[in-house]
């Protein structure tokens, strides 16, 4: 089955800089990659997804992109603030439709 | 946006009773939903594949005897822990899929609950 590695697993950032979460995956079948961003006690929320026939998506702050050579994916946030500080998620889906989850970065922004 | 609806929210449990967590998908048909199991500070676990109409597909090592999971709906998944022991204290979260088959619609989670067994 897919296997998602996430590094790292913990992150703090000053509030303005940028923060980068890195992944990588073992399926090279694996075509969907989304992210969620979860707060303490709360759901999963999708933030951005990027699909294998894409190498980079952007929305806002949020940036995604994916080699699939190399069969990594990474999560960049730029000008963080401290709403950004959560738990998040990288996973990948296979052609079963099921996803597999990193094991999260906990990401602090510092005020 | 899609909503999923998950039920209760918390529950707290005497070792040995069962408990019944539901999942709803609100606004859309959700043919396949999916359990997870998340521990402290640790990712989501799937345990099971639930099917609208047929059986759930375990993952390795999770008990089906123990995880009942009924998809008797488009709309309504249930999971069901039974016989409870304190090891099985943890959230809970389901999540689901739109009905359209071989895309790659986006995952929405229920709100999870958080089972304390005692």
């Known amino acids: 089955g897919e296997n998602v590695e996430q590094h790292p697993s913990t992150l703090s950032v000053q509030e303005g800089d940028s923060a980068v979460i890195k992944c990588t995956y073992s399926?090279?079948?694996?075509?969907?990659f989304p992210w969620y961003k979860q707060e303490l006690g709360k759901r999963p929320q999708l933030i951005i997804d990027?699909?294998?026939?894409?190498g980079e998506k952007k929305d806002q702050r949020i940036a995604v992109t994916l080699n699939k050579t190399a069969k990594h994916f990474s999560l960049h946030i730029t000008e963080t603030q401290p709403e950004d500080s959560a738990v998040y998620f990288c996973?990948?889906?296979?052609?079963?439709?099921?996803?597999?989850f990193g094991a999260g970065t906990t990401v602090t922004v510092r005020a | 946006g899609a909503v999923v609806s998950q039920h209760p929210s918390r529950v707290i449990c005497k070792s040995g009773t069962s408990v019944k967590i539901e999942c709803r998908s609100l606004?859309?048909?959700?043919?396949?939903m999916f359990w997870y199991r998340q521990f402290p500070k640790k990712s989501l676990m799937l345990m099971a594949t639930?099917?609208?109409?047929?059986?759930?597909?375990?993952e390795q090592g999770v008990e089906k005897d123990k995880f009942l999971i009924n998809h008797a709906s488009l709309t309504l998944s249930t999971l069901t822990v039974t016989s409870a022991h304190p090891e099985d204290s943890s959230f809970y979260i389901c999540?689901?899929?739109?009905?359209?088959?071989?895309?790659?619609?986006?995952?929405?989670f229920g709100n999870g609950t958080r089972l304390t067994v005692t």
């Open positions: 999540s689901a899929r739109g009905s359209s088959v071989g895309s790659n619609s986006p995952l929405h």
């Open positions: 399926d090279s079948a694996s075509n969907y």
């Open positions: 990027i699909r294998s026939n894409v």
């Open positions: 996973a990948a889906k296979a052609t079963d439709y099921k996803l597999s």
């Open positions: 606004d859309f048909q959700a043919t396949t």
């Open positions: 639930s099917n609208e109409g047929s059986k759930a597909t375990y």
